[in-house]
């Protein structure tokens, strides 16, 4: 039976994650070692485990309100106040998502309608554009380079806004390329916003991943962007929880309640047990100061110094990432695409890594090496990188 007459032809032309190709084949070699995937090698710490079980053994197992327990959205309200001075009312102005994607999803549902543009800078996470097609829209790419530290200026963005854009993904921290924002950065961005009036979708899931003196700054605090900003985060990568699927959105009332809408016909909450984790997370994080996430972020920058320290060594032009746990390396000397390097470098040396193309045409030229990886597993893959590059 042909079934293309019955598919939504915007969703049947969207090409699946240019990710999880070379990950899912990597799964199938002896000996591999994927650089692919995003996810902490951590395991969820034991107190954040612990509370989830013993709420499954004392028989908490209904639906949660859509919105997400109320002492869930207390402690984010808490969290995001007291670390990135942003003020959000827990009872209507947060939303409790299966993970930041879903939150990222709900976001542009919402707002989205036929013939909108939404500005996504390149290279960035491979979800969004896919995300604004699944909305009816039109995703347009920003490009940012390394001469500007895949930073996105505020000269890019004004002549990127047309009468049909209403809204810019902002993912700083950003995956892939590592780079952050300075406070600095984001007031010059905020200023094009207010004179424009578009809305400001700010992932900040790696907000807590950030290396050196540079410390986040969440758009949401920039004076006078609360009213168009919608801030997104999550627990998947600062707490290393990336199977609980837990995230959140935080924003105007007027626009949470047409998220919470959204979410209450297709999902109805996100699960109580990673509901109880999150409450967890942040309650003890607040009360140690998050020793967890410092002890993690610790041995993520020994490893961010170690992969850039080694693709320089190899003589690859190498930025330095100041946030999430990314290297995102240019391979542009060696005479291959991206895609000939990370298919020839997986066939010949067992390692798999992204092309840049994954996250945008303008990402051709680099590679993405995930280092939330065990230090002695990025030692051989470092090593059969360099002799790959030699052979070269």
Not at 223 to 230: A, K, N, S, V
Not at 240 to 266: D, F, N, S
């Amino acid at each position: 039976m042909n079934y293309d007459k019955y598919l939504n032809k915007r969703v049947a032309a969207v090409p699946p994650s240019g990710i999880r190709r070379f990950f899912d084949l990597a799964a199938t070699m002896k000996d591999a070692i994927s650089l692919g995937v995003g996810e902490p090698d951590f395991v969820t710490p034991y107190h954040i485990r612990d509370a989830a079980v013993n709420s499954i053994i004392d028989g908490e197992t209904q639906y949660t309100p859509n919105r997400g327990t109320m002492p869930l959205r207390e402690e984010i309200a808490a969290y995001l106040q007291g670390r990135y001075n942003t003020k959000y009312n827990p009872a209507t102005e947060i939303l409790v998502t299966v993970g930041a994607s879903e939150a990222i999803d709900l976001a542009l549902r919402a707002m989205i309608e036929p013939g909108d543009e939404v500005l996504v800078p390149e290279p960035s996470y491979v979800s969004y554009s896919p995300s604004v097609i699944f909305a009816g829209g039109t995703p347009v790419g920003v490009v940012t380079t390394e001469e500007t530290e895949f930073r996105l200026t505020a000269e890019a963005l004004r002549a990127a806004i047309t009468p049909k854009t209403k809204a810019l993904i902002l993912p700083y921290p950003n995956n892939p390329t590592g780079a952050v924002m300075s406070r600095e950065d984001l007031e010059k961005i905020a200023a094009v916003a207010a004179e424009t009036g578009i809305i400001v979708i700010s992932d900040e899931i790696y907000s807590e991943l950030t290396y050196g003196d540079k410390q986040h700054c969440s758009f949401a605090s920039i004076p006078g962007m609360w009213e168009q900003t919608i801030t997104i985060n999550g627990f998947s990568k600062a707490f290393a929880m990336t199977g609980w699927r837990v995230g959140y959105v935080c924003g105007p009332e007027e626009l949470i309640k047409v998220m919470t809408k959204i979410h209450q016909y297709t999902i109805m909450c996100a699960s109580r047990q990673g509901q109880v984790a999150a409450y967890e997370a942040l309650k003890a994080g607040r009360e140690n100061g998050y020793e967890d996430v410092l002890h993690m972020k610790e041995s993520y920058d020994r490893r961010r110094r170690l992969m850039v320290s080694g693709f320089r060594s190899m003589g690859l032009d190498c930025f330095e990432p100041l946030g999430a746990f990314y290297v995102f390396p240019s391979i542009k000397s060696t005479g291959l695409t991206s895609e000939e390097f990370c298919e020839r470098l997986l066939k010949e040396k067992k390692i798999a890594c992204v092309p840049g193309t994954a996250f945008g045409e303008s990402g051709q030229g680099h590679i993405r090496c995930s280092y939330a990886t065990a230090i002695d597993k990025l030692n051989i893959a470092l090593e059969r990188m360099g002799e790959f590059v030699r052979g070269l």
